[in-house]
């Protein structure tokens, strides 16, 4: 696999952190080279933890969901546990499952009849040997179960590493766990989820949406309610990065036809976790999963939960299914695919320039992209 500086063909160091003037963007090839997506595939997304699926979508033992994008599928076991599985059979390769299942007692592949336990153990194997039932000489059920793959949850929330080499999800997830001990996560209620699907833009300009706080005005001044820029402030830790706004309003100050405006956090966990927490009732969180062959896609869903105590009544419900759709799909999935289709343009080469005030996380997102593909 070649490296980054032959992919990038220059000192990303002086690009992101300049010894004089401002912090540029990444060069073209981070958004639109296969062999960068795969660098990053085996040096960041693989070793870290990706948000992958919700546990309440699969509540019962022999329900299954397939995971878009990344070719694997989780499972409900019979002791209640998740796991996820590479969607692969082992016989030759079929996919196993191209949609949800519910109350499963075996993973049936649907090319020759595999059939596999719900701990992915291979069960049988139909004719393979010639009559039914028939095992092959020197041939071992047991060796030919379903590839694991490394899951944990924290909360509704399902969590893989896809080479199984990450710190446990706890320490993933620690700096913003710190931010959340007085929230009461175990009271969170699910109430919507938004699949906004395809986006036709790389996984990183998805990332760097929620990173900064400049493009508000402009892009969401309706949904923003109007909130000035100087009120948000910038999330710069080691391994915590996102914006918050303190508007100081009262309860009345919530999701309606204005607009959201609230307290508000926009946690991001990299390489690719977005918690967002309003008015501390309100949790959102973003599932971006980058496509493993092309750089300009990526499938993304949102989900929408209540905290405990005053539960939120039917019109606040839908003020925020609506904005959560005018916000993600109207109006950033343009700018998403604006953006990438003028990475075919020369002119963003030099990846334009960083706002030391508003883009500062976005900034120090690239330099962890860059240390974590091997640039410095
Ligand atoms: S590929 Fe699955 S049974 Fe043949």
Request: one cysteine or more.
């Amino acid at each position: 696999m070649p490296d980054l500086a032959n992919l990038i063909g220059e000192d990303l160091n002086e690009r992101l952190a300049p010894s004089a003037g401002l912090a540029r963007g990444l060069p073209r090839a981070a958004y639109l080279s296969p062999e960068v997506l795969d660098l990053e595939q085996a040096r960041w997304l693989s070793p870290s933890w990706l948000f992958v699926g919700l546990g309440h979508e699969i509540p019962n033992p022999g329900d299954l969901a397939p995971v878009p994008n990344l070719r694997i599928f989780l499972a409900r076991g019979e002791d209640g546990r998740i796991c996820a599985f590479h969607n692969v059979c082992r016989h030759r390769g079929h996919e196993l499952l191209t949609g949800a299942k519910r109350g499963c007692r075996h993973i049936v592949c649907p090319y020759h009849g595999w059939r596999y336990g719900l701990d992915g153990g291979l069960k049988s194997i139909s004719s393979f040997a010639g009559k039914a039932g028939e095992i092959p000489p020197d041939f071992e059920l047991a060796s030919h179960g379903l590839k694991t793959v490394r899951c944990e949850t924290w909360h509704d929330w399902v969590f893989v590493n896809l080479d199984g080499t990450g710190p446990p999800l706890a320490d993933h997830l620690k700096p913003l766990a710190q931010h959340l001990t007085d929230v009461d996560l175990a009271s969170l209620q699910h109430f919507h989820s938004l699949e906004h699907g395809e986006v036709r833009a790389n996984w990183k300009l998805v990332m760097e949406n929620s990173l900064e706080p400049y493009h508000t005005p402009f892009v969401h001044a309706q949904t923003g309610a109007g909130i000035p820029l100087e009120d948000h402030h910038m999330i710069l830790e080691d391994r915590l990065l996102g914006c918050g706004i303190d508007v100081g309003g009262g309860p009345a100050d919530r999701a309606s036809g204005d607009g959201i405006s609230v307290d508000s956090r926009f946690f991001v966990v990299p390489p690719l976790f977005v918690f967002v927490f309003y008015d501390r009732r309100i949790v959102i969180v973003h599932r971006n999963l980058p496509d493993g062959e092309r750089p300009d896609r990526t499938w993304r869903s949102i989900h929408l939960y209540s905290l405990g105590g005053e539960p939120l009544d039917a019109a606040e419900i839908e003020d925020w299914k609506r904005l959560e759709y005018e916000i993600h799909v109207e109006e950033d999935g343009p700018v998403y695919e604006s953006l990438q289709r003028n990475k075919l343009s020369p002119v963003t080469e030099d990846g334009g320039l960083l706002s030391p005030a508003w883009e500062g996380a976005v900034q120090a997102f690239y330099r962890q992209w860059a240390a974590a593909l091997g640039a410095f």
